[in-house]
C-alpha cells in the first residue's frame, strides 16, 4: 500500500503555470501506475493523466499540450506541471495509484489509493 499527499494548488491567472506534487510514502512505488484526476463541483472524477512504471505518459485531450506528468523516483514525488492554464481547469486536483495500469481512458474505478485532493482555481 502506499499513502498520497498533494500539494502545490492555489489562486492563478488565466495563461499561468502551477505544479502539483504527490508525495508517495509506504511500498515500493516505483513500480506503480500513478495517475492525477480532478473533481469538479458537483461532478465525479475526471482523469488528466498517468505515468506508468517504465515512465510511459498518456494524456487526456484537455491536458494534452498543455501539461506534463513527472515522477522523481528519488524524492517519491509524482508531478503534475500544469502551464497555459484556463478557468475551465479549476478544480480539486487528486493523485492516484494502482499496482496496474489498465483501462484508458483513465477511470477512477481502477485506482485503489488516492491522496485528499488540492484545490486549483483559475480566475482573472
Known amino acids: 500500500q502506499v499513502q498520497l499527499v498533494e500539494s502545490g494548488g492555489g489562486s492563478v491567472q488565466p495563461g499561468g503555470s502551477l505544479r502539483l506534487s504527490c508525495e508517495v510514502s509506504?511500498?515500493?512505488?516505483?513500480?506503480?501506475?500513478m495517475a492525477w484526476f480532478r473533481r469538479f463541483p458537483g461532478e465525479g472524477r475526471e482523469g488528466v493523466s498517468r505515468?506508468?512504471?517504465?515512465?510511459?505518459?498518456k494524456y487526456t485531450a484537455s491536458a494534452a499540450g498543455r501539461f506534463i506528468i513527472s515522477k522523481d523516483n528519488v524524492k517519491n514525488i509524482l508531478y503534475l506541471q500544469m502551464n497555459n492554464l484556463k478557468p475551465e481547469d479549476s478544480a480539486m486536483y487528486y493523485c492516484?495509484?494502482?499496482?496496474?495500469?489498465?483501462?484508458?481512458?483513465?477511470?477512477?474505478?481502477?485506482?485503489?489509493?488516492w491522496g485528499q485532493g488540492t484545490q486549483v482555481t483559475v480566475s482573472a
Open positions: 492516484a495509484a494502482d499496482y496496474w495500469c489498465y483501462n484508458w481512458p483513465l477511470q477512477d474505478r481502477d485506482f485503489r489509493f
Open positions: 509506504g511500498d515500493a512505488w516505483t513500480g506503480y501506475c
Open positions: 505515468i506508468d512504471r517504465d515512465g510511459l505518459s
